[in-house]
């Protein structure tokens, strides 16, 4: 029989656990206050038009 002692969970375990579970509190925290992937998106739908020649061809 295993004594309780010898069944300890592994300190890397924890480690990645608790970094797990704050990356996924802070991307929640991200979403819920408006700093998520969408901000970045256009609203308009359309593709900005290049303002002289030469510029970036979106």
Partial sequence: MVEPS???TPRWVKVFAIAGVA???LV???LLTGHGPGRHLR?????PVPSAPGGPAW
């Avoid at 609203?43 to 593709?47: E, V, Y």
Wanted: no cysteine; hydrophobic share 50%.
């Fill in 23 to 25: 990356v996924v509190v």
């Fill in 28 to 30: 929640v925290v991200l």
């Fill in 43 to 47: 609203h308009g739908g359309s593709r």
């Fill in 6 to 8: 010898d069944a300890r």
